[in-house]
């Protein structure tokens, strides 16, 4: 029995060498026909590797709040910081709104990782507002519920719809108004 089990062993061994060897032949074989351009890059030096990663960018004052999403998750705009944003202030009565959705839902997936575009519903009730977002296609997009109007006041946001684009240092370099075409070029531009 011992001897059994030592033969299969030593057959075991000898199996994963050859399959070992056979594919890093297979290996070295593709290196061999790939051009320069698809070459792998150099794996960087073991100091590199094992440097910190970057800190996190400081969180400005502007993005220093913290709300509810209409699902009734909680939401931090400190995670964004480091990034341009803009924050789309609307009511689920609004006419003007309503038209600009169209566009936020077709341009919001685009640059979400770049440019995040966060909504902030206020002057309505929570039923309108859920019904809004789904209506226009909004709900990949975070939605705060304002409806004390806390963010509103903070904002100075005294009209829907009202769009407050925030630079990557936290500065707000528009608040106001935008047709659709205006709010791509901006939004594209931040991307840049």
Do not use: Y
């Not at 004052?61 to 910081?81: H, I, Q, S, W």
Request: one cysteine or more; proline letters at 8%; aromatic letters at 8%.
């Amino acid at each position: 029995m011992r001897a059994a089990r030592t033969t299969r062993r030593a057959t075991g061994m000898v199996t994963a060498a050859l399959l070992a060897a056979v594919l890093a032949g297979c290996g070295a074989g593709a290196e061999a026909t790939r051009s320069p351009e698809a070459q792998p890059a150099a794996t960087p030096p073991a100091s590199a590797a094992a440097s910190p990663p970057a800190s996190p960018a400081p969180v400005p004052e502007t993005l220093r709040f913290t709300g509810k999403t209409l699902e009734g998750a909680a939401f931090d705009a400190a995670t964004l910081a480091g990034r341009p944003v803009v924050l789309w202030f609307w009511a689920p009565w609004c006419a003007t709104c309503a038209s600009q959705a169209w566009t936020i839902a077709e341009i919001e997936p685009g640059f979400r990782e770049t440019v995040p575009i966060i909504g902030i519903a206020g002057l309505g009730e929570r039923k309108a507002m859920t019904d809004f977002v789904t209506e226009f296609e909004l709900g990949p997009m975070p939605q705060i519920e304002d409806r004390a109007g806390e963010l509103w006041r903070r904002f100075e946001v005294v009209e829907q719809s009202t769009f407050v684009i925030i630079d990557r240092d936290g500065r707000v370099i528009h608040q106001g108004w935008l047709d659709g075409e205006d709010l791509t070029r901006r939004v594209t531009a931040l991307a840049a």
